[in-house]
């Protein structure tokens, strides 16, 4: 039987890969990880060419590459490549055969345990996956309660106490907009982005079957998540026609039609980080700034890099468990909005909100910027 993750790389068409080097030039974590996506580019190609070929080039030695976690799946490689080969998902495919050798860091093993255990990568309780809306205005779905508008709360904002609180103003704005929307409770699991990322691709479909079934059973037509990956999960990666948004698209959209009346102000600075799996995996790069600069008050500043030419946070590809050593690049994007003068790092993703937090500490810049999600922006000025 051939291993799934080498017929995923066989998938893909390496003859139009002119090893020109933009990706490896263009990935956020070469300058302190040996990842070197052309290398492996032209090594898997050789790998999975015929046989009269391999004399000349010996397979790739995939057990010495413990370097495939390092990478972020922010798609930046995928993004510049000019002969549209995708590097990324060749990485995903790599790390796939590494998932089916059981050569795995432990970290990551443990986050995927958790998952298929608990249906988190924290390895947490499902009975404590709704825990946090204990005391809000929230319906539940049920047989008898269809979930015809559902917010997908993800795994972060369930488990999470800095992410919980997105969950919660997420909650709060709805109801204050008068939107009726119902939540899974603890009958939600996990999405499975990171865990296809990470090559797992077995168990990304047990979820994705188990979440379909869920959806179809409480009769839910549309879906508002708080996470750029569940967002680009259930968009991209479900193999059905699902009408999701995330909630950034949502509040764009109901701004646009006047319904968002705001009655405070927040008078800061503000720049934007904008989520590897809003911007470059879905070109959602306009619902963001809008949302932030119609709130009173706002004075908005971009980095210097940002849309497609933004920086990865390093908290996706399964990243969130899984450290490497030198400089976070969140650290220096924290330094780079202090460059600008902005007082408010703004995001839209749990991930990035935890990696940033932690950098603003870890830079001794807390009393200098803030890290908010633009959610808790919106119920500020609300």
């Not at 030419?309 to 330094?335: F, S």
Request: proline share 4%; with cysteine.
């Amino acid at each position: 039987m051939e291993l799934e993750g080498l017929n995923a790389i066989k998938q893909l068409d390496f003859r139009k890969c002119m090893q020109c080097g933009e990706c490896t030039g263009s990935c956020p974590v070469s300058t302190k990880s040996k990842l070197n996506p052309r290398r492996f580019m032209l090594e898997t190609a050789y790998a999975v060419t015929p046989v009269q070929y391999m004399t000349m080039y010996p397979p790739i030695n995939i057990q010495e590459r413990n370097e495939l976690w390092d990478c972020t799946t922010c798609r930046t490689c995928s993004h510049l490549c000019p002969r549209d080969v995708d590097p990324m998902e060749v990485l995903i495919g790599l790390r796939g055969l590494l998932i089916e050798e059981g050569r795995v860091p432990s970290t990551l093993g443990e986050a995927l345990e958790g998952v298929y255990k608990y249906g988190n990568p924290w390895g947490l309780s499902r009975s404590k996956r709704s825990e946090w809306a204990t005391d809000l205005k929230v319906k539940y779905a049920s047989e008898n309660e269809k979930a015809e508008l559902l917010y997908f709360v993800g795994c972060a904002a369930s488990y999470d106490s800095r992410a919980q609180d997105v969950a919660k103003v997420i909650v709060k704005n709805l109801n204050t907009l008068g939107i009726d929307f119902s939540i899974l409770g603890n009958k939600e699991t996990c999405c499975g982005n990171e865990v296809y990322s990470l090559g797992e691709k077995g168990l990304f479909e047990e979820l994705r079957d188990n979440n379909l079934s869920l959806f179809e059973q409480y009769g839910v037509n549309r879906i508002i998540t708080t996470s750029p990956h569940c967002f680009h999960a259930f968009r991209n990666r479900y193999g059905k026609n699902l009408e999701t948004q995330h909630y950034t698209m949502t509040f764009a959209d109901l701004i646009d039609k006047g319904k968002v009346k705001f009655a405070g102000k927040v008078e800061k600075t503000v720049t934007y980080q904008d989520p590897c799996f809003l911007g470059k995996h879905n070109n959602i790069y306009d619902e963001p700034r809008k949302i932030i600069e119609s709130i009173p008050g706002v004075k908005f500043s971009e980095l210097r890099r940002s849309r497609v030419r933004g920086v990865c946070c390093e908290g996706g590809g399964g990243r969130m468990w899984h450290d490497i050593p030198g400089k976070r690049l969140a650290e220096t994007r924290v330094e780079e909005a202090l460059d600008i003068g902005a007082e408010i790092l703004a995001v839209a993703c749990p991930f990035c909100l935890l990696t940033f937090d932690d950098a603003i500490k870890t830079t001794g810049n807390e009393d200098k910027i803030q890290v908010k999600d633009i959610m808790e922006l919106v119920a500020e000025a609300l």
